[in-house]
């Protein structure tokens, strides 16, 4: 049940809030993040190689340079 002034239809139908996620390969390692004006904003990476996670240029927050 949802309790509301503003119609069912209209909460329903509203925009998500949050961004898509989208996943980019750069290498052997997949970048998940936002694509926006300023570039790909990484949220997360996945990668086998446990040295890819000390590179402070993988971190999330960072932009990605391809």
């Known amino acids: 049940?949802?309790?509301t002034i503003v119609n069912p239809d209209e909460?329903?139908?509203m925009e998500p809030l949050e961004p898509a996620l989208e996943?980019?390969?750069l290498g052997q390692r997949l970048f998940e993040g936002v694509r926006g004006k300023?570039?790909?904003v990484i949220s997360r990476?996945?990668?086998t190689d446990p040295f890819d996670y000390l590179n402070d240029h993988y971190s999330p927050g960072r932009?990605?340079?391809r």
Do not use: D, P, Q
Request: hydrophobic share 55%; aromatic share 12%.
């Open 1 to 3: 049940m949802l309790y």
């Open 11 to 13: 909460v329903l139908a």
């Open 23 to 25: 996943t980019v390969r």
């Open 38 to 40: 300023s570039g790909f």
């Open 45 to 47: 990476m996945i990668s």
């Open 63 to 65: 932009r990605l340079k």
